[in-house]
T-cell receptor, first 110, second 119 residues
Framework: QQPVQSPQAVILREGEDAVINCSSS?????VHWYRQKHGEAPVFLMILLKGGEQKGHEKISASFNEKKQQSSLYLTASQLSYSGTYFC???????????FGTGTRLTVIP | KAGVTQTPRYLIKTRGQQVTLSCSPI?????VSWYQQTPGQGLQFLFE???????NKGNFPGRFSGRQFSNSRSEMNVSTLELGDSALYLC??????????????????FGPGTRLLVL
């Protein structure tokens, strides 16, 4: 039921790009992305709906591949402030529940 | 504009007791969602309320319940506490139903959480 996120952890230098993937074994209706810094509450980034367009938020964007039941979060020209744990939440077609991945820990170093 | 507030911020209870947590959404927001976060289980969805009605519910036992008042404030109650209920409980608010259908999408704002320790 829980989506699978990859990689589990990644270390970047400032200015580098990263991709975080979120895969589901079931047909997805929506994918939600959040970032959480240590000791803080999550921050909502974006929702992607089935059939929707790729979304963007500053230099962070995401796509939703319905055929693969997968979403990818793209972080370009990473900044120190991007460090944190990124979670995806998935909602299946026909369900009213939201399941979260175990998170991807992203560390950006100078 | 004030953010989402949660009270209390920290709480210690013993097994078997019950607890009530409160969440005040951002002014004008009518949807409140609750989440549980633990090191072992990660982030889990509890339920969502919109206009005093529960719209969605996660896979939690009936010991976990909630309600929403006419002013959109929400409470979550856990009865007969178990050690495994120790967690950070987060609430988040949005203007409209958070996981609505179609192309209408909402931004969700989280509160700081209530850290519950069950002894």
């Amino acid at each position: 039921q829980q989506p699978v996120q990859s990689p589990q952890a990644v270390i970047l230098r400032e200015g580098e790009d990263a991709v975080i993937n979120c895969s589901s074994s079931k047909a997805l209706y929506s994918v939600h992305w959040y970032r959480q810094k240590h000791g803080e509450a999550p921050v909502f980034l974006m929702i992607l709906l089935k059939g929707g367009e790729q979304k963007g938020h500053e230099k962070i964007s995401a796509s939703f591949n319905e055929k693969k039941q997968q979403s990818s979060l793209y972080l370009t020209a990473s900044q120190l402030s991007y460090s944190g744990t990124y979670f995806c939440g998935t909602e299946w077609d026909g369900a009213n529940n939201l399941f979260f991945g175990t998170g991807t820990r992203l560390t950006v170093i100078p | 504009k004030a953010g989402v507030t949660q009270t209390p911020r920290y709480l210690i209870k013993t097994r078997g007791q019950q607890v009530t947590l409160s969440c005040s959404p951002i002014s004008g927001h009518r949807s409140v969602s609750w989440y549980q976060q633990t090191p072992g289980q990660g982030l889990q969805f509890l339920f969502e309320y919109f206009s005093e009605t529960q719209r969605n519910k996660g896979n939690f036992p009936g010991r976990f319940s909630g309600r929403q008042f006419s002013n959109s404030r929400s409470e979550m109650n856990v009865s007969t506490l178990e050690l495994g209920d120790s967690a950070l409980y987060l609430c988040a608010s949005s203007l409209g139903p958070y996981r609505s259908s179609g192309t209408y999408q909402e931004t969700q704002y989280f509160g700081p959480g209530t850290r519950l320790l069950v002894l």
